[in-house]
């Protein structure tokens, strides 16, 4: 048996079972219920709402569940071609090895048990911050639920960083709302904007390679997503022209009000110039679009001559008239950056020019769910306040912090080079956030053998990769592609020696993958 016969058995097997399985649950509650003269369950497949069944999230889709599978039957003693799985598929940075920044949990272990605030072991300014947290909670204490919007102190701290990042810009801590995670503030927002029915329908621009958050909320509210496509020949640019395309064919069946960015992008690693936002930001005016920026890449730009503009900068820069009339929410996070605590689920959202009506409303929506996790707030504000040149914690904070950004550089700079010099595999410069996006060249025979199983060619390509090799990675059919294209989406985060092997694995599966489809 060929390899290629080989993985094809073990993705149809898997594909099946998981079909299977739906199928049997589905009809063994009916028979089971009919045996025992009981109803029927009220709440099944069929009469739950059909947009959370729309609802797809590649990042932990399928693919994710089948590497789970594998690490299962590898700890039972099954043999396999690898001996461990490397799951390459989401930027989780410390389930990939990075350490912890010590500053950040020296505070928060300080305020978790601030019966440590008399050991001698932690530096006096980690004490300092941690007794100024706890002052700011209800009861001193971190499991005390805070206002909705979040502790106070905190959203002035980041309304600080926000003016230092921005040159002395103003920031309003009053517009600033702290989150769990980006996440969750960008669910909100989009919720406030969704409205109408049928052709008045809210339509959302998503950028095409997208994160999938984005789709599947739309999903989620039944919203229509409107597609713009990123220029794959120019380093995944956004062009204008684009977004023109894209938003005056959505008008036809819908009512686009949001344009959403991601800056720098994810999947696709591309950071966008001044000129470009400026660009977009004209645009959007123009054509009366909400805007959204997703920036929680921001400290993560490697390429020479590549920097980070935030749209609040940019926006106030640009003056009358777009910087008292447009709208904008923008969103970071303390799960990405150097500092990848994406456990912990801390985050927020400025709001720029919102109608305070509206601004009520969006705090409402917030108190709903009481509060984001204060652990979470605490760690938003040491990002957003580290330690100071005086501080005792200075040179370490600094030192770990640039270590991590250093090591991300060579790692993107690694992973661009070692695609490109595989033949059927192209990837443009990594420029910025934790993921490169490769375009495979797929042979013809794999393309229809994939159709005949109901897979996308790109999913197909990939759990290949995954009986074949242990390396789970994300096809880009879940993030969105052109037509006729094949990519997929990899972190760059593994340790530097395990990503090489990784890398190499890749390129040489790909190659053995083209010549037995061949």
């Not at 709903?368 to 580290?386: E, I």
Request: charged share 20%.
């Amino acid at each position: 048996m060929t390899c290629a016969l080989a993985c094809e058995l073990k993705v149809t097997v898997a594909a099946e079972t998981r079909g299977l399985r739906v199928m049997a649950l589905k009809a063994g509650d009916k028979s089971q219920a009919a045996r025992n003269g009981l109803k029927e369950k009220v709440l099944t497949l069929d009469t739950m709402n059909p947009c959370v069944r729309r609802v797809e999230y590649a990042v932990r889709g399928p693919i994710v569940l089948r590497a789970l599978e594998l690490e299962q039957e590898l700890r039972q003693g099954v043999k396999k071609p690898f001996t461990e799985v490397i799951r390459a598929n989401i930027g989780d940075a410390q389930a990939m090895g990075q350490r912890p920044i010590t500053f950040l949990r020296q505070v928060l272990a300080l305020c978790v048990y601030p019966d440590l605030l008399s050991s001698p072991d932690f530096p006096e300014d980690a004490k300092r911050r941690a007794q100024r947290i706890l002052q700011a909670c209800g009861g001193h204490s971190l499991g005390a639920y805070s206002i909705s919007s979040g502790i106070q102190l905190i959203r002035e701290d980041v309304a600080h960083y926000i003016e230092r990042r921005d040159g002395g810009i103003p920031a309003d801590p009053n517009n600033i709302f702290l989150s769990t995670g980006a996440s969750s503030a960008i669910v909100t927002v989009l919720k406030l904007l969704v409205a109408g029915e049928g052709r008045t329908r809210t339509g959302v621009l998503i950028p095409i390679p997208q994160y999938p958050l984005y789709s599947a909320t739309l999903a989620e509210l039944n919203a229509v997503q409107v597609d713009y496509y990123l220029d794959e020949e120019h380093a995944w640019a956004l062009d204008v022209a684009e977004l023109r395309r894209a938003l005056h064919q959505a008008r036809d069946h819908c009512r686009p009000r949001v344009l959403c960015i991601i800056n720098p992008g994810n999947p696709t690693g591309q950071v966008q110039t001044r000129e470009c936002i400026e660009a977009v930001i004209r645009f959007a005016f123009e054509e009366g679009l909400f805007l959204m920026a997703d920036e929680v890449y921001q400290d993560n730009v490697y390429a020479e001559g590549s920097h980070f503009h935030s749209f609040k900068k940019v926006l106030t820069e640009m003056g009358s008239p777009y910087a008292e009339q447009q709208e904008l929410a923008s969103f970071h996070s303390v799960s990405k950056g150097y500092m990848g605590e994406c456990g912990f689920r801390g985050g927020y959202v400025e709001v720029v020019n919102m109608d305070a009506e509206v601004q009520r409303q969006m705090l409402k929506l917030m108190s709903v769910r009481l509060c984001p996790p204060v652990p979470g707030q605490a760690l938003v504000d040491m990002v957003v306040s580290p330690p100071a040149p005086s501080d005792p914690s200075f040179a370490q904070f600094q030192a770990e912090r640039q270590e991590v950004l250093a090591e991300l550089a060579a790692k993107a700079k690694l992973t661009e080079q070692v695609f490109n010099q595989a033949p059927g595999i192209r990837c443009n410069p990594v420029q910025g956030a934790m993921y490169s996006f490769p375009r495979v060249q797929l042979p013809p025979r794999a393309v229809l053998r994939a159709q005949e199983l109901g897979l996308a060619p790109d999913m197909f390509f990939c759990m290949c990769l995954l009986e074949e090799t242990g390396i789970c990675v994300v096809p880009g059919s879940g993030f969105g592609q052109r037509e006729g294209t094949y990519h997929f989406r990899m972190t760059i985060l593994p340790p530097m020696e395990k990503l090489r092997v990784l890398l190499e694995k890749l390129s040489h599966f790909h190659a053995k993958f083209t010549l037995e489809y061949s």
